[in-house]
T-cell receptor, first 116, second 110 residues
Framework: DTGVSQDPRHKITKRGQNVTFRCDPI?????LYWYRQTLGQGPEFLTY????????KSRLLSDRFSAERPKGSFSTLEIQRTEQGDSAMYLC??????????????FGDGTRLSIL | SQKIEQNSEALNIQEGKTATLTCNYT??????LQWYRQDPGRGPVFLLL?????KEKRKERLKVTFDTTLKQSLFHITASQPADSATYLC?????????FGAGTRLTVKP
């Protein structure tokens, strides 16, 4: 168990640019989640995959946000035409599918996005 | 609208005392409730899970209660240590809809 890894750890970009973040979950976990966390708040759920299927995406913040998990392993989160308000920590978590949807989630240490 | 409130932004206690953190929720019927610990610059780390039909769960110095009538969970750390200083998040889970509170920042002073 090498844990959930996220890359990059920090991203600084100019407003209007596109950014893509990568998440590598724990290898035997088939569920993968993306969250956004702003200062002083808890993580805010964005989207969820079971294997390669994106089963929930209605809570993505706008149509500028999209996520993929093409082979059911790593996942990417893309933000197009970034805005100042997109500055936040983006967290990825994974969980085993065994035992239902209540399983504890294992989080990475996030990608901190700063929009200039 | 659905709301999750954790009792206070910050809680300061003396080493050795019991820390009690509160999580209240409204307009929500979670099947499960989880508590996580988060250190600055790190992702949350899972601590305990309690189901709606369970009243209490323990793990070492940690204890969680879940009262679905009061719509409240209490999280206790007994014999607290400075190393317990962190932000503690409660999370409500119904299917794959996981919602977090804003967290309580606990500081344990030696």
């Amino acid at each position: 168990d090498t844990g959930v890894s996220q890359d990059p750890r920090h991203k600084i970009t100019k407003r209007g640019q596109n950014v893509t973040f990568r998440c590598d979950p724990i290898s035997e976990h088939n569920r993968l989640y993306w969250y956004r966390q702003t200062l002083g708040q808890g993580p805010e759920f964005l989207t969820y995959f079971q294997n390669e299927a994106q089963l929930e995406k209605s809570r993505l913040l706008s149509d500028r946000f999209s996520a993929e998990r093409p082979k059911g392993s790593f996942s990417t989160l893309e933000i197009q035409r970034t805005e100042q308000g997109d500055s936040a920590m983006y967290l990825c978590a994974s969980a085993t599918g065994a035992g239902g949807s209540n399983q504890p989630q294992h989080f990475g240490d996030g990608t901190r996005l700063s929009i200039l | 609208s659905q709301k999750i409130e954790q009792n206070s932004e910050a809680l300061n206690i003396q080493e050795g005392k019991t820390a009690t953190l509160t999580c209240n929720y409204t307009n929500y019927s979670p099947a499960y409730l989880q508590w996580y610990r988060q250190d600055p610059g790190r992702g949350p780390v899972f601590l305990l899970l309690i189901r709606e039909n369970e009243k209490e769960k323990r793990k070492e110095r940690l204890k969680v209660t879940f009262d679905t009538t009061l719509k409240q969970s209490l999280f206790h750390i007994t014999a607290s240590q400075p190393a317990d200083s962190a932000t503690y998040l409660c999370a409500l889970n119904n299917n794959n809809d996981m919602r977090f509170g804003a967290g309580t920042r606990l500081t344990v002073k030696p």
